[in-house]
Nanobody
């Protein structure tokens, strides 16, 4: 499975960005697609995820109400609409996919559950 992320950039606080992640290759067994981020000096953290075959979504508390994850099944893409961006949202954003045996929140939010990662896209929010 290959994941290609795009859409990062520089934006002022309060602005919006939309990230996209296209998947190719053997994607048939994937049941979860998600986004993580990593700021300098910090660990990679969960941002948002969704079940690929159902419209069930999960969000980190820090982005609830501001970020929205969505999918386009026909194009095999998942997107992250980021509104009301804050300087603390600055990070490299990674898309990821997983084939979980159990669709449980604790697994969905755990980065070790994901075995396919995109290359990362930089998001910088200026104050």
């Amino acid at each position: 499975v290959q994941l290609q992320a795009s859409g990062g950039g520089l934006v002022q606080a309060g602005g919006s960005l939309r990230l996209s992640c296209a998947a190719s290759g053997r994607t048939l067994g994937i049941n979860v697609r998600g986004w993580f981020r990593q700021a300098p000096g910090k660990e990679r953290e969960f941002v948002a995820a969704m079940y690929w075959r159902e419209t069930f979504t999960y969000y980190a508390d820090s982005v609830k109400g501001r970020f929205t994850i969505s999918r386009n099944i026909a194009e095999n893409t998942v997107s992250l609409q980021m509104n009301s961006l804050k300087p603390e949202d600055t990070a490299v954003y990674y898309c990821a996919s997983a084939s979980l045996r159990a669709l449980r929140e604790e697994f969905v939010k755990d980065r070790t559950s994901y075995n396919n990662w995109g290359q990362g896209t930089q998001v910088t929010v200026s104050s």
